[in-house]
């Protein structure tokens, strides 16, 4: 119930926000308005709007598939509120970097929860890394994915060009990998044995 309460939250905020850009300004990431005065819900809040349905749809289809999972799994440790604390946790951490590198940066915008779906679907990973999942139609084991998904991200954060924040992606794959060891450390070993048992 958590991950489709975060799904539907997001695509009500986003779509009010596609047609209300007061509204957008107020909830997108703008590190100034962090730094300069407190708007530290900004933190959160760019998590909700996205830059068009297609963004909003990848980010809620790829959470729909993965967040039920990991739901249960992040209840047993952490209650029924467990999954919305490590989303919510996820969607600041993987952002952070990205706010502290433009903290005086006017020009500089951010948005999308791709952050935070990047760090529920690398935890999933970490459970079962020879599920196979859908990628634009092409079936793949999981962790083949997660490691063609991180050396993308490197690249294409190095070369510094276009509008998607790869740093995000990083930072919040190594925040679901981390916070799930954290969380229940025999995962880790679960994790590594499976990866001796490959299923293709």
């Not at 289809?61 to 047993?76: C, D, N, P």
């Not at 634009?136 to 509008?163: E, K, T």
């Not at 799930?180 to 001796?196: C, D, I, M, N």
């Amino acid at each position: 119930m958590i991950t489709l309460a975060i799904i539907a939250i997001t695509c009500i905020v986003s779509f009010m926000a596609f047609n209300n850009p007061r509204l957008m300004n107020d909830l997108i990431l703008w590190p100034p308005a962090i730094t300069r005065s407190r708007e530290y819900h900004r933190l959160v809040t760019y998590g909700l709007v996205h830059a068009d349905f297609n963004h909003l749809l990848f980010n809620m289809i790829t959470l729909f598939f993965f967040g039920r999972s990991m739901e249960g799994f992040f209840a047993v440790r952490l209650g029924a509120l467990g999954f919305a604390l490590f989303y919510i946790a996820a969607l600041v951490v993987s952002i952070l970097p990205t706010c502290l590198k433009n903290r005086n940066n006017p020009s500089y915008r951010s948005l999308g929860a791709s952050g935070a779906v990047s760090a529920v679907l690398f935890s999933y990973i970490l459970l079962a890394p020879w599920s196979r999942i859908i990628v634009f139609v092409l079936p793949m084991p999981a962790i083949i994915y997660a490691v063609l998904y991180v050396a993308y991200s490197i690249y294409m954060d190095r070369r510094g060009q276009g509008n998607i924040n790869h740093s995000a992606h990083l930072w919040g794959a190594g925040f679901g990998l981390i916070f799930t060891v954290l969380v229940r450390p025999e995962v880790l070993a679960h994790f590594l044995s499976q990866l001796a048992q490959p299923r293709f």
